[in-house]
């Protein structure tokens, strides 16, 4: 069953987090008129995003957690795993934007949890580290909003529940992420563009290609 929504309300959008219900439309798409959520994200400069009505659960759009579910999530955040994987750090990169990309909101805990402890155990990857801060920003907002708190306040929780993890000896020191090798690029050769019988250059027609 597909939630329906109104004006003013908020959702999560997969992967792009909690958006606000601003408008439902109907516009014309692939020859046929269908209606549409607009939304916008917050704490996001993307441009409005519509999405059909009754596309909603395909697309990844819920709506936000209850406080039985908020309560799911703390103890998924409260769970130790007793070991972690030996995976390589770009194997375990795959595995968690699987994860991200459900649009679960356990699955976003789940990762946030493991990649947080994971920080004291081995040197994270670039990657990681970037997924571990968009796990975080993502968890963080939903769980503000449908707390009725500030975002900072929700931060100093998670500190405080992952508290308990932080060792007394360094970290164990992992195989960096290799950096992307630089292609120098010959300077180009400048040639002149061909002219028309008028004497002036042709223009180029430009545009910009939408989904």
Do not use: C
């Not at 607009?38 to 996001?44: C, F, K, P, R, T």
């Amino acid at each position: 069953m597909q939630p329906t929504f109104k004006i003013g309300d908020k959702a999560v959008y997969r992967n792009h987090g909690v958006a606000v219900i601003t408008g439902i439309e109907t516009i014309e798409m692939y020859g046929s008129l269908q209606n549409v959520y607009v939304l916008e994200v917050m704490d996001s400069k993307r441009d409005r995003v519509m999405i059909p009505v009754d596309k909603v659960n395909s697309v990844g759009l819920r709506s936000l957690i209850s406080q039985e579910e908020v309560d799911e999530v703390y103890e998924i955040l409260r769970e130790r795993p007793g070991k972690f994987d030996q995976q390589t750090w770009n194997r375990r990169q795959r595995k968690y934007t699987e994860k991200i990309n459900t649009g679960s909101v356990y699955d976003v805990a789940e990762v946030l949890r493991d990649l947080y402890l994971l920080k004291f155990d081995k040197t994270l990857s670039f990657g990681e580290k970037r997924m571990l801060d968009r796990a975080q920003q993502l968890l963080v907002k939903e769980l503000a909003i449908a707390r009725d708190m500030a975002d900072k306040d929700v931060e100093d929780e998670l500190a405080s529940i992952f508290a308990d993890a932080v060792p007394a000896g360094p970290v164990a020191v992992e195989e960096p992420e290799p950096e992307p090798e630089k292609v120098v690029e010959p300077e180009p050769v400048p040639v002149k563009a061909p002219r028309t019988r008028s004497g002036s250059r042709p223009k180029a027609k430009t545009g910009t290609l939408r989904d």
